[in-house]
């Protein structure tokens, strides 16, 4: 069972910059919120500048509200996978650091489980058996939500991407 967050099942996901990450979630049928934020570091309340410093251990993660009716955590989890190159270690395209890092945060077992055997299935494809997938798949932590000017970002300001 996936938890619950008031409006439907909570998912969190870090791919590179969220604000591409977001957009890409936010089409999907089923998704009912995004939001934009920082996960996996140690200083509470961290600001943008933070843990772009490198210094936090935060990552760059889109929050997911879905309806489990309408969208599963599998269907979720493909388009994780589609919109970022899982086998980069610590970068997308020309965002490095480790705020950056490609990482499934979970909030139940069974989204721990599905993670990783949804990682394990795209080892084993040919656009992957050269290439070692550096997918974290870790328990979420508190959500710190991002400054407002990058919330649905793409939406708000239009144009470009920072996906790869």
């Known amino acids: 069972m996936a938890q619950e ?14 604000w591409g990450v977001e957009a890409a979630f936010g089409d999907v049928k089923g998704v009912t919120a995004t939001a934009v934020g920082y996960m996996g570091g140690t200083l509470a309340h961290p600001r943008y500048e933070d843990v772009c ?26 388009v994780f996978w589609s919109i970022h190159d899982p086998t980069q270690l610590n970068r997308q395209g020309p965002d490095y ?19 990783q055997v949804s990682k394990d299935r795209l ?10 997938i550096v997918t974290e798949i870790v328990p979420a932590q508190e959500f710190w939500r991002a400054e407002e000017y990058h ?14």
């Open 5 to 18: 967050s008031g409006t439907g099942c909570l998912a969190t996901f870090g791919a590179g910059c969220f």
């Open 53 to 78: 410093s490198g210094t936090t251990g935060h990552a760059e993660v889109v929050q997911v509200t879905y309806d489990p009716k309408i969208v599963s955590y599998d269907d979720l989890l493909l």
């Open 97 to 115: 650091g480790t705020n950056y890092r490609s990482v499934i945060f979970y909030h139940t077992p069974e989204q721990a489980a599905a993670a």
């Open 123 to 132: 080892q084993q494809t040919a656009a992957c058996r050269t290439k070692k």
């Open 151 to 164: 919330q649905h970002y793409h939406r708000n300001h239009g144009g470009g991407s920072c996906r790869w």
